[in-house]
């Protein structure tokens, strides 16, 4: 029986961040599938402000403090000091998307981005910084270039509503969602349950590779349109 985990995620948000450590345990047992929903995009996108700065910080910490991340200076006093960045996640999922198509490397990106933004305080929505980002994953920058360019616009977006179609399937509340398939059974992962416990993790997923799946509640921590859950 084929067994997937499905990953529902956005590149900024946070509990995706703080819960990385659980899908670099999973990569290394199951094959992982990432589904972009677009959390910040359109009327969502956000520039920085101090209302958005206080607002940020006080979930960063409680993110830090529970699973361990880190959060960069560069992050802290650097991005969440910059008016002039953009909060997009529409051009970072594109990315994503483009290493995926170009070498099945859409988590690595991801992983890549999420230390830009909040170790390293880059502006992950602007295309030169994704294009050196992909460049330093090995990416041919011609070949990457070409594939943002095609999934962007209307690509992008019927990904997002994708995503969110098998989201609402699921009953999904938000970011992260961890869903595990094990044939014609699906059941929603409590992320919450794992957060600094990525072994545990590693020991329940290879439990589940077995045994029958079943569906339970919903996570704790997640993000949404409205914001991130403390």
Not at 131 to 147: C, I, M, N, Q, Y
Not at 175 to 192: H, I, K, R, Y
């Amino acid at each position: 029986m084929t067994t997937t985990l499905h990953y529902f995620y956005d590149p900024l948000c946070g509990w995706c961040y703080g819960a990385a450590p659980l899908l670099r345990a999973a990569r290394a047992i199951v094959t992982v599938h990432p589904h972009g929903g677009g959390m910040m995009t359109g009327a969502q996108r956000q520039s920085i402000t101090p209302q958005l700065r206080a607002y940020v910080g006080q979930h960063d910490a409680r993110i830090a403090q529970l699973t361990g991340q880190p959060f960069g200076p560069a992050y802290r006093d650097g991005l969440l000091n910059d008016s002039g960045a953009v909060l997009d996640s529409e051009p970072p999922t594109v990315a994503i998307l483009a290493a995926e198509d170009l070498a099945g490397r859409g988590l690595d990106m991801l992983a890549r981005l999420q230390i830009a933004h909040y170790v390293e305080g880059r502006r992950i929505a602007e295309p030169d910084v994704l294009l050196e980002v992909a460049t330093s994953l090995g990416l041919d920058p011609a070949r990457f270039t070409a594939a943002f360019d095609r999934l962007s616009g209307e690509a992008v977006q019927a990904h997002f509503r994708q995503t969110r179609a098998q989201m609402a399937q699921l009953g999904a509340q938000g970011f992260p969602t961890l869903v595990l398939q094990s044939g014609d059974e699906w059941q929603v992962v409590d992320v919450a349950a794992y957060l600094s416990r990525p072994d545990a993790f590693a020991d329940w997923l290879r439990s589940r590779i077995t045994a029958p799946a079943t569906r339970p509640d919903g996570e704790t921590f997640r993000c949404d349109d409205n914001g991130c859950a403390i």
